[in-house]
């Protein structure tokens, strides 16, 4: 190999697997390496550090494959000073830009080391007025100047400062979340705990839900946690809002147990009249200010002030007036909802989840809740440091949440 | 119960449970029902006949009633004629608009019984110049002319003229779609020969396709596909197309077996530099006419000149400038792609599977393949009246049938 | 068709579908049918009557589509006088051998209409001292008097009878039983109530429970529903036990969020321990008796002095002394358990819900819960006339359940 | 710690991940560890060592931690000598009886290294004549000498002797099995391959088969693999072998398409039928040697003289005479059908998968093929040291492997 570099990496190699993670990323890119030092602590609780000398053929390969490791939180030994250039086409990137994990990371400037503001995984880094921030591709513009090559940028794993922030309980149990051999119960009461705590400290609670949390009857428990004051973020599609709004407008027509769900469908009149409805009261808020939706989820939300972003599909009916049809514009309007935000609960949809996780920094803890195992354990694989699985139906982990946080709620 | 009218319904009636249908959906209505003739034929063969009261406690229920009910291909006894309102905003359909079926669809217009183009389900009708077509909500403009209630609406089954159509076994098969018991490699013979059928009668073939297409390595059976010109469009998202490309620009750095899919992703760098590469080259056209891309299913479109609809969601990265990021502009470019089409088959994807479900007319048979048994039986229930379900991954399903289209293939 | 016979139905035939199944059943039998007179009734709440007379190749032919069809409770319109033949061999029923339905059943002999004694389906019909029972084939022996053919049997469909002891809303839910989109909490509610009647009309509650139901966290919940009285007979197998048992011997061990489950494993010491320990002590009593085992569900079955029958698979470890190694030794051991069971309980377990299913009369109800929608409805469809599925997790399922029945239950 | 003990691993230890599965194995059984040693190597190909003292509070304690870990290939650094107890009573055995792996095993009596025959997990040692053997706690007798404790024994991870004997694809593709995402049709290859070189070395092929494998239409490509010499022995259950004879006998009745098995049923005639007619016969070879079968599946393994192991459960109508309904006398005689059998294909079953794994030793190659991802990563993850899993329905994946491996199949 005629191009090598030296990377380190610390933290609780051993538990993670991480190493063997880097080594195997680095044959698959092509690449070749050596391992210089390890040093794995000898108990339990030490911290272990380890530099290997990463070669490849060609220097665009090995800039490459240390990008591609930096999402295991390798860093160059000697990290040099950032590269930059300037985009010479909206919407494109310079060809060699680095491209971003969702950890914090910082950009050495000028002989200072900046913090990235906004972590988000795939995305460019750009520098204005001293300053570093991600920028999707969509968003790039020509003349902006973006980081290029790995010189120069390190990331930082979540460990010590996150884990003060959250629940002893919640961290140690996310180490081994995606399973379905859980005791549920307990994996509820300690999200609520967590919820509670997120809440004291003064960040916001984001929550991630699909159409199946009005289908499962959980909606008067989503609605007692939003009354509660448990939701201050909502996201979700098209059917989500229009089932929920279904239900108020037309619930005494289709009760409980209705057969409809599973039956033979060429068409859904009541779906695309709810649809219809709220389009000619302009918005969803226009319609529960007019007095003419009076429940539900949707309703909570708008009355307790709180924000909600809706992101259409391409299975969409109608859609609901204040839905993004055009999905990178609800993206945006999805990263502008982030701030502040501590804590994100992901309920029966894959969709909105895989899209919320794909912008949300590692260093904010989720709960995904799904009756597919596979779906939870991709989820909690994918976005955060410390992402807590429950396989379960939404309509139970619901009322128990509710029993939990909400007092006086009745099941 | 104050309004009623009298409803028939011509067809098998009892090997479908069709009428059992019909009558709980009156009553989940609100409404009640009095059979007032039946004539179930005495063998096997005979078609049967029934004709029925319902009734309701006003009118506005009972044309909702009446609305619901015709999905099944029930219809009003006297159907009287179209009654017709003018849209009084854009996107918005007048209050008591006629929502349809994807059944064929007549409408009694001046004594005249005109068919409806396009038959697409949870539209509205608009008539202009004796003519009759749906148009979704969001494409009404104000001044439209749009039939409201029931009246002068009818539905047809699909019996006999469409049966001459199809091959017969694929037809009996399809009876019997949607379970998991089911001889696999048979299934894939029928649809083998449905689309030899359908292309000899000159129609054109639509494939629905997932990403699953290319992780389960099945991108070379599909391309031997498009090569031997069974694959006339192509309805996809952004992951199936950047996947696909990212195989044919990167393709020997992530080779088989490889582990990167099942582990901790933080980011994925090659992915996102494969959107920005196709992004740079203006679309994926240009990027293979400029021999940047030179294999895969994509650049197998492109060079056989055949149309391709990606339509994004809030999941994509990028996306890739072919994809349309608003959903709503997508559907009706996928509605502007599908005249010609005798015949879709899905794989592998639920969003788009659903999203061309939606918008099919009942009349196009559909095979629909997923490893997923309830995914399967939900979109053979939901979609066309021939719908052929298989449960399989999509790498096997695709190798058997190249090998049984394509000469000389090779698995 | 040179033979042929009319038979008729009862019942709410649009409803249910159940004409549809027979004739289809009649047909892929390979006989053929005509239907000679059909009333549905003009509403809703008349029930339906049709004769149709069935047609076959041969007298052998016809008489297994006529048994074939009995089990959607269709009689022939003539019944005549049971047919008796004597069993040649242990184990062996006689050719022609009527085989059973789990449907309340009657034979005409000696002009008097017996009613069957225990039905359960795929068994044979031992007549011995004017009384008539099942009996499967593994019982039979060598001198028993067997019915023979069809004639003189007649099946009673369950409708109103049944209905006035079942709690009304468990009885209109349990129509609409295996499908995902239904309200959990809902559910959990009304299988709680009907405990409680079922309870207070002097009936057992049978639980069958897999090994998920302790893996889940349940078992506290469990334990608290067996000391509340709520579980008088539980079916399972060695997994449920062992883990139950290991659980109560090394709890502190293996705690909260132990990975274990999910690792490469080539060996379970600590269960194949439990077993030992067990099989030391000379029975699961004995190892209570003797205060060994101290807590878990086990534990409070024997305190409780309810009786459990656990049934050995070739997975099995060990196994435990109480385990009946003997699958057949098993079945009859589990129909000794089920005089008296008013409802039963299904949870978390495929095999011993469908071994339970297999010898249940149609007359209990019946509440399924698994996290997988196929099982749900697999189990639902097979076994009692009235049967609610739940899609959930055990863990959460039990809480609830637990909450809803036993004061000051803690979750 | 008062109690402590150096243990040794050696093998690709970052690879494997291994080292923290032992380290969280060892805290997860309440001891402590210190690394003392660990050379990983410097590059991929190098094996690394490690040395690690474990410490608890009690000597048992510190025996059953080093017992749990020896699972994972790691071995006391001064193995000592085996000691030995005597069984006290039938079916049980010593207090502190080693639990075994089902690694290659070696035990240290009087000086020597004497390998343990027919390694299998979960059992004990028993020694007899200077030779040690495994045994299953339900065939120990009181007198036998057990091997007690961990000292004198060591397990060898199976590194490079076993690798030569496979082909090296499979081999290098096993180690990621576990996955949706793999190209299927490049697996089913190799699987042939594998099959193909297994027997040209002389050894066996175990099939493993569920009641799918009929139902899915993959009967006539596994007869075609039996009568081509593929299938020397079929473990499975009285479902698969009675739906078979099921076809055999009435195929014509119940033919493509059925739709019975998606269907209410309250009995099964044709099956229990079936049953009874086999019962009649004697056994399944008396029925093909008298002509009354004379197709499918067992039909083949009679004809080419292969050995069969059916073993029953619980659920089982009947069973069949060649059915072991005691599940631990079937457990004997698949451990009996075990030698000599040098690969291993299970295919859409659960339970007898799981069995088979419980007694094959890790040196034997496995295939699962399963619809379910969970099912392929259970069963790949917890038998052989190198197991293959496919995500596919049986009836594809047959249909493949039959083309592959028999000259002249049609598919």
Redo the contacts between chains.
Sequence with gaps: MRFHEQVEVHGHL????V???V???V????G?????K?D?????DDESHAVVTVGAESASRLA?IL??V???GVNKLVPGEARMCVAD?D???P?D?Y?????ETVVHLDGQWVPVEHPE??CGLIVSGGRVRTV???DVRAGDVIVCGIDGVKVVLPVSDHSTRLHGEFA??S??S?????????L??AIARQIREVKAEGYQVLWVAGR?VV????SR?LTALVEAGYVDVLFG?NALATLDLERALFG??????????????????????T??TI??AGSIRAAVESGLVTKGVMHAMVKAGKSFVL?????????L?DVY???????RA?RAALRGVGFTVMVATT??S??TG?ILP?SVPVACVD?N??IVSGLT??TSAQALGV???A???L??LA??LVPDYQ?
Tied chains: 1, 2, 3, 4.
Excluded at 32 to 36: A, K, L, P, Q, S
Excluded at 178 to 186: E, L, N
């Design positions: 051993m538990d993670t697997g190493l063997a993670r080594l195997d990323d044959l698959a890119y092509g070749d390496y050596r391992v210089d390890i794995l602590g000898r108990t339990h490459r990008m591609r930096q999402v295991h086409a919407g494109v990137f060809e830009f491209s971003t994990t969702n950890l995984m795939d999707p591709v969509a140690s149990m180490t081994f995606s399973t379905a051999a859980q005791p549920q119960a307990v509820v009461k199946a289908s499962t009857g959980a428990a599609g005494s027509a289709l009760g409980l147990g209705s057969p409809h769900s599973r039956r033979v469908q060429r068409g859904n009149e009541q779906h695309i009249r649809v219809n389009r000619r992101v259409g599909s391409v299975r969409d009916d109608g859609p007036p049809t055009d999905v990178v514009a609800g993206q999805m969709l909105h895989v899209a794909n590692a009756t195992p596979s694989d994918r396989v379960a139906d309509g139970l982990f009322e128990q029993t939990e099941t």
